[in-house]
Every structure is written in C-alpha cells, then in structure tokens.
C-alpha cells in the first residue's frame, strides 16, 4: 500500500532531551514537509524539503532539525532548544511544492513531562 | 505574514442539510486552493482541490473559488452525522501552504 508512516505515534520526552519523529513515504513524492498543530490553531510550517539533500526552513524552524538524506525519509529532530515542545507532529508529502496537493501521515503527539 | 481566516464556527447544521464554509485569504498571488477534513485526534485528510475561478464539484462536496474576492468556500449537501469534524483551509504561497484555523461542523442526526 502506497502512502505515509509516522512513528512513534505517541512520543514523551523529559525537558532537555532531544527527540527524532520519523517520517517515511512510498508515494515517489519529491516534496516533503513537517507541521506543528496545537490546540485549536492551525498547521504551522517547521521545515520543507523539496529534494534530497536540501531543505528550507518554514515559519517555527527554531528548536527543530531535520535531514533528507533519501527521497522517501525526512526526520525531524526536536531539540532542548524548543521551548514548548508539546504538540501534534505531522509529517505530509507532495509531487512538487507549487500546485501540488499534500498528504498526511497519521501523525505523533509529543509531550514533554 | 500570510493570513488565511476561516469562519469561527462551531457551526451546526441538521443531517440532510446543506453545511456552508468560507475561507479567506491575503495574498492575491496565491495559485492553489486546499479544502481538508480534519477528525478528532486524526491528521487532516485532502477533500478538494481547486486552482480556477468558479465551481469545482465531487460527490456531495462544492468547491468555490473568487479570487477577485479572495474568498474560497466548500459546500457539503445533504449532511451526514459522519462528516462531523474540523475542515481546514490551506492556500499555497509560493513554495508553502498556509493554514487557517479550521470550521468544526456538527452534523446533527
């Protein structure tokens, strides 16, 4: 089946740890993104890569890190820099970035304890 | 910053009824226009897409775009309780997308 893996699905991580959420994509789709959602606000951008190894900050990249070194695997690393980590991560995927319609993965709801 | 403003809700409307969502967004170079559905506790899921002036049609779902008025909107006809959920606006700038907010509709049995 084609389509998007997040894991874990459930992440808890302790203040000053950093943490990797995995996204992987079997759809041969060039883009790839990570968003944050908090409650009741919308997706906001962290990271976009549009080929492998090269990626663009969005608008919240501060206290995040991500690698693309394959087509169908972008991680993104949440640093003890962010501040406020507690979220829902979602990891979604497209053939292009203009024009393009995104897909979502099922997403990982980190919190931090 | 790009703004994309969708409207407050929570909108309720009875099953069988005709639910109306509107979107609006700041930048007239804007391309591309994205309706998804968002379940609680789930990842949004794609409904529409639209990319011309006018209407686009699937099934129950209505796509309408003016971009002299910068104003995107998704009609659903004949409700069901299981279209319940937060539909979110997304509009592509450039090389991003942006994001409102959401509508949550209840579908009423």
């Known amino acids: 089946d084609g389509g998007i893996t997040q894991s874990p699905k459930y992440l808890f991580r302790k203040e000053g740890q950093n943490v990797t959420l995995s996204c992987e994509q079997n759809l041969n789709h060039d883009a790839m993104y990570w968003y944050r959602q908090d409650p009741g606000q919308g997706l906001r951008l962290i990271y976009y890569?549009?080929?492998?190894?090269?990626?663009q900050k969005g608008d919240i990249a501060e206290g995040y890190s991500v690698s693309r070194e394959k087509k169908e695997s972008f991680p993104l690393t949440v640093t003890s820099a962010q501040k406020n980590p507690t979220a829902f991560y979602l990891c979604?995927?497209?053939?292009?970035?203009?024009?393009?319609?995104?897909?979502f993965g099922p997403g990982t709801r980190l919190t931090v304890l | 910053q790009k703004e994309v403003e969708q409207n407050s809700g929570p909108l309720s409307v009875p099953e069988g009824a005709i639910a109306s969502l509107n979107c609006t967004y700041s930048?007239?170079?804007?391309?591309?226009f994205f309706w998804y559905r968002q379940y609680s506790g789930k990842s949004p899921e794609l409904i529409m897409s639209?990319?011309?002036?006018g209407d686009k049609e699937d099934g129950r779902f209505t796509a309408q775009l003016n971009k002299a008025s910068q104003y995107v909107s998704l009609l659903i006809r004949d409700s069901q309780p299981s279209d319940s959920a937060t539909y979110l606006c997304?509009?592509?700038?450039?090389?991003?997308?942006?994001f409102g907010t959401g509508t949550s509709l209840t579908v009423i049995p």
């Open positions: 639209i990319y011309s002036n």
């Open positions: 997304a509009v592509n700038y450039g090389n991003q997308f942006y």
């Open positions: 930048d007239r170079g804007s391309q591309s």
């Open positions: 979604a995927s497209s053939f292009g970035v203009l024009y393009n319609e995104q897909f």
């Open positions: 890569s549009q080929i492998v190894n090269d990626f």
